[in-house]
């Protein structure tokens, strides 16, 4: 079932064409990731979709009888109105029920008055008339995901951070039948976003979005559109198949436009030779000449050259961490945290928001100072630091003006030197674009640039915090490149667990309360290791097998499925079989989950053959298939235990 078509779009931005006369359609179920450039018109695109803004030709035709719920990138919020005003902002009467219950509850708490029961009795009435007690449950459970505990509070009121949550709780409660997401992931923790990830790819929810988050999208969605040289180019398959579908699509280009390069040369010496008599035949052969000429001229993206800089040496003390404590007046961030960075190290932090990570970075580059303990630099070391909200830029100038107020030049590896406009070009600012206003980049280009300056002064330990956030894909790997060649040190917080997996080689895991736990390792060998812990965990929580009394309880705290007492023996008692089988499938669960993480990370490097991707595809489809037989396999076996 078509639930909306795109015709024929065309949308520019001044004197810049965003993309031109594209058309695609939306079906029921579809999960669409957008792909493109930064400053190509995802948003522009999606804005267009939701009626938000309006083409320069072309037209969006939705389906007569479907709900469309939209979250812009950048939420404009009601800022007298409060939480539950902007969440249950929406006329269908399950909702309206669900916020009037809501509403006359709280008041019956405040003041049990004959008026406020009589509202809250008549509130109940509604719930059960329309059935929305599902609603409301699914409502306490995403706002609880995202730690919004206070609805009655004012927007206002709120950071960024936690307005953008609320609005992404409103989408999801409105239950529309197409979503339009543009960058859902932003804002949140890892642990929301693995919420968020499982939520949305067993929805029924038919959905479109925009999403740097490559973990997220492979997990998601099932089909790919791209947007390159304002075309676009569809691709019905998950990310890994995108990435092989693609390396095939610019190599027949690459192919191509050699050929068509060698007819251009043979009829540009024809026309430099052409008879005087202008006949029509003559004519029209000039006319296909200049036809054939905006061809050979057509670019075609290609991956660019490895880039690699030399970083100032560093001595043998790099940085020292002694016992430091740090707190604010309602919080414990850091309690007794040492440790010693050594030559080349790469490490990630992870935690939920308000745990402490930007803290400790503020605390390594002395913009705060710690409680009590001390941080000590070796001599040589040269902090480079980006910030979440970039690098402050006075005054609107031209993107190569900035730059060159930073750094004129920087050094490669192999000791040559390049200017800055060809770091700049390396990273996309293409040499048109160079002399571009500040003003006039979009949020992630202005991101962009903030870290580019930042590696332009070659720095030898970079602490980075939220370096993906607002990056397009071919940005991030590049980036991500670049880091793995990096020789100095660097720490980097990031919920991007793709670019996390690729590059530390462990993990400061900050759980609260001031705790940090040092772990060895990727995020999914992290996750794995947390994973083991929760099962057994679980198995330990479980009673005994025999014991009547344990499992009469369990069963009544599982929402009264009693165990059949059928003298003494338990009708779910696992056998000595099945008790082994649960126990191989422990271990044999994790390992395939690295197999298949494997497969994963060898689809993005982009290395390999069409052949190789072929199969690291299907070998990737074959594990997660197999892990979601053994894990429903597992969750039998444990029920029964």
């Not at 004129?408 to 040499?431: D, M, T, W």
Request: glycine share 6%; hydrophobic share 35%.
């Amino acid at each position: 079932m078509n639930y909306l078509t795109i015709e024929k779009l065309t949308k520019s931005f001044g004197e810049k064409l965003l993309f031109e006369d594209i058309t695609f359609g939306i079906e029921k179920g579809q999960k669409i990731a957008l792909i493109a450039k930064n400053g190509t018109g995802k948003s522009s695109l999606l804005n267009i979709i939701a009626g938000v803004d309006t083409p320069d030709s072309g037209k969006v035709t939705p389906r007569n009888d479907i709900t469309v719920s939209y979250l812009p990138q950048l939420e404009t919020v009601m800022e007298n109105y409060s939480v539950m005003d902007v969440i249950f902002d929406s006329g269908s009467p399950v909702i309206k029920a669900v916020k009037e219950y809501e509403t006359a509850l709280l008041w019956v708490k405040r003041n049990e008055t004959p008026n406020n029961v009589a509202r809250f009795e008549h509130a109940l009435s509604e719930m059960e008339r329309l059935h929305a007690w599902d609603l409301e449950s699914r409502v306490k459970e995403i706002l609880s995901r995202f730690g919004i505990d206070d609805i009655f509070k004012n927007i206002s009121e709120l950071s960024g951070g936690q307005r953008k949550k609320t609005a992404l709780a409103k989408t999801l409660i409105a239950d529309s039948d197409l979503l339009i997401l543009d960058e859902p992931t932003n804002h949140l923790d890892i642990d929301m976003i693995e919420w968020l990830e499982a939520y949305l790819s067993t929805s029924n929810t038919t959905l479109l979005m925009v999403t740097h988050d490559r973990y997220f999208l492979d997990q998601v969605c099932n089909n790919i559109i791209e947007i390159d040289n304002q075309k676009l180019y569809q691709y019905k398959g998950k990310y890994g198949y995108y990435l092989e579908k693609k390396a095939e699509r610019i190599a027949n280009e690459t192919a191509e436009l050699e050929k068509i390069k060698q007819l251009y040369r043979k009829e540009l010496e024809w026309v430099h030779t052409s008879p005087s008599a202008r006949t029509t035949k003559a004519k029209a052969r000039i006319n296909a000449f200049v036809e054939l000429k905006e061809s050979a001229t057509r670019k075609v993206e290609k991956q660019a050259d490895a880039f690699h800089v030399r970083t100032e040496r560093l001595g043998n003390k790099i940085l020292e961490i002694n016992n430091i404590d740090f707190s604010y007046p309602d919080k414990l961030i850091l309690d007794d945290f040492s440790y010693i960075f050594k030559k080349g190290e790469k490490c990630g932090i992870v935690g939920k928001n308000g745990t402490g990570k930007t803290t400790l970075l503020k605390l390594l580059v002395g913009e705060i100072l710690p409680n009590a303990g001390r941080i000590i630099p070796g001599q040589t070391i040269q902090f480079g630091y980006f910030a979440q909200d970039g690098l402050p830029v006075k005054g609107n100038k031209r993107v190569i003006d900035i730059v060159k107020e930073h750094a004129e030049v920087i050094r490669l590896e192999n000791g040559n030197y390049v200017g800055a406009s060809q770091f700049l070009n390396y990273f996309g600012f293409k040499y048109e674009q160079q002399y571009t206003y500040y003003e006039d980049l979009s949020g992630g280009e202005k991101r962009k640039l903030s870290l580019l300056i930042t590696l332009l002064k070659n720095p030898n330990f970079l602490i980075l915090d939220e370096p993906t956030n607002d990056f397009d894909i071919d940005t991030l790997n590049l980036l991500e490149d670049f880091l793995t060649h990096y020789q100095g040190c660097f720490l980097v917080v990031s919920h991007d667990r793709w670019f996390m997996n690729k590059l530390v080689d462990h993990l400061f895991v900050f759980e609260g309360n001031g705790k940090v736990k040092d772990f060895y390792g990727n995020y999914t060998e992290y996750r794995i290791e947390k994973q083991k812990e929760h099962r057994r965990g679980d198995l330990h929580s479980c009673p005994k097998i025999g014991d009547r009394n344990g499992i009469a309880s369990q069963a009544r705290n599982d929402g009264g499925r009693q165990a059949r007492n059928d003298g003494g023996r338990s009708e779910k008692k696992l056998t000595w079989k099945e008790t082994q089988e649960l126990t191989r499938l422990e271990t044999e669960i994790p390992i395939l989950e690295q197999e298949k993480e494997l497969f994963l990370q060898k689809m993005d490097t982009g290395a390999g053959t069409p052949q190789d991707l072929n199969n690291w595809a299907i070998a990737y489809q074959n594990l997660s298939e197999e892990i979601d037989t053994k894990t429903m396999r597992w969750l039998e076996l444990s029920e029964k235990m």
